[in-house]
């Protein structure tokens, strides 16, 4: 049976559902990963798998290029109509589902990981209604699947009427490898590390944690570094090179761009804090934060509240308040008992809600369930 996994990009692919495909090609199923090639091509067909360069623009708003997009992915489907579709993130899962019901695709499974900014405000644009009424068209048939990671998107789509209860499933983010991302005791040292790890754009709260990193500089400087961990990001909301330089002295306050060994980083740290006001699924990053054993500090907010209870195994505070986030920063820095047994309580966490093993298990339930 063909299987299709359609992401933004390859390097996605690869940090975040590369162990289901793996874990369904060994089942038999035969598949393909539909995304852009960005230059990790080569380690994709390395695990053995087939890869097809989808042409995207994953922050683009373009007409003509996102109906290019759509236009490949339907001539992609007409050829495979008895394929089972897989489409990841809200882009694909847009022209993605379109493209599957005009051509009669045999079962579509979108996995909503996210709505991003678009979706973030207290009552949706037109753009965003627009969207939904797209989407309600696409998702309207027979042999469809839609996976939420969060109640919150789950209940907007309901709301819209995009989907109907039955055809939705929740499956809590995108799971972590615990015997890969072990609990680890955080190291003795004479400095503390806060680790934050996304893309660097604005809504991610980067700006509000360099704040609070300021707000704490006179007391903690030489004793504390917070380290920025993530690659630049090409929408227009995304900082610059130059703007993130000039915020970071890369001594107290460094950023480290996109870091190829987050688990070594994780190890080294002492804090998380993401202060995101994005509208998130469930963030990798803390998943796997919660894996190594480590308290969190993230905002009260969709995708976000799902990882942490607020002072358990880390503190929620508000959106875009960076003394709020100062102050549970320097709670935390100045109590290392409570930054262990909150870090043994996220990796009781990881072992309950967020097993790499239990999601792909789900996953290979869904697509067999569309046969």
């Known amino acids: 049976m063909k299987l299709f996994i359609i992401v933004n990009e390859d390097r996605f692919f690869l940090s975040h559902r590369k162990d289901i495909a793996i874990s369904a090609q060994q089942k038999g199923w035969e598949l393909t990963i539909v995304c852009k090639d960005t230059g990790q091509r080569r380690d994709v067909e390395t695990l053995g798998l087939k890869m097809i360069d989808l042409p995207i623009n994953p922050t683009g708003t373009n007409i003509f290029q996102e109906l290019k997009t ?45 709505l991003g900014v678009l979706f973030s405000g207290e009552s949706l644009s037109s753009t965003a209604k ?17 996976i939420f990671q969060n109640q919150e998107d789950k209940g907007l789509f309901l709301k819209y009427s995009v989907v109907h209860d039955s055809q939705t499933a929740f499956i809590k983010g995108s799971g972590v490898d615990l015997k890969v991302f072990q609990y680890v005791p955080e190291q003795t040292s004479e400095i503390l590390k806060v680790v934050f790890a996304a893309r660097m754009v604005k809504e991610k709260g980067i700006i509000e944690l360099i704040e609070a990193a300021e707000n704490l500089r006179k007391h903690y400087e030489g004793k504390v570094e917070f380290w920025l961990c993530g690659r630049l990001a090409a929408n227009e909301d995304a900082i610059s090179k ?21 688990k070594s980083v994780l190890e080294q740290s002492h804090i998380i804090a993401f202060p995101s006001y994005y509208r998130e699924g469930v963030p990798k990053s803390l998943i796997d934060a919660c894996a190594v054993g480590r308290p969190i500090v993230t905002t009260n907010s969709i995708g976000c509240k799902d990882v942490v209870d607020d002072g358990v195994n880390g503190f929620l505070v508000p959106i875009k308040d960076s003394e709020a986030l100062a102050e549970k920063l320097r709670t935390l820095i100045e109590d290392k008992d409570l930054r262990i047994r909150m870090g043994k309580a996220s990796r009781e966490r990881a072992e309950k809600e967020f097993s790499l093993e239990n999601v792909v298990n789900k996953h290979l339930e869904i697509y067999q369930s569309l046969i």
Do not use: P, T
């Open 70 to 114: 759509c236009w490949f992915l339907y001539r992609l489907y007409r050829q495979n109509k008895d394929a089972i579709v897989h489409h990841v993130g809200l882009k694909n899962i847009l022209w993605g589902g379109l493209a599957a019901k005009l051509a009669g695709i045999k079962g579509v499974v979108n996995a909503v990981s996210g």
């Open 130 to 146: 627009g969207i939904m009424y797209v989407m309600r068209f696409s998702h309207h048939r027979n042999g469809m699947k839609v």
């Open 242 to 262: 130059e703007e993130l330089e000039a915020l970071c002295d890369g001594k107290y306050i460094k950023w480290l761009g996109f870091c190829e060994d987050m």
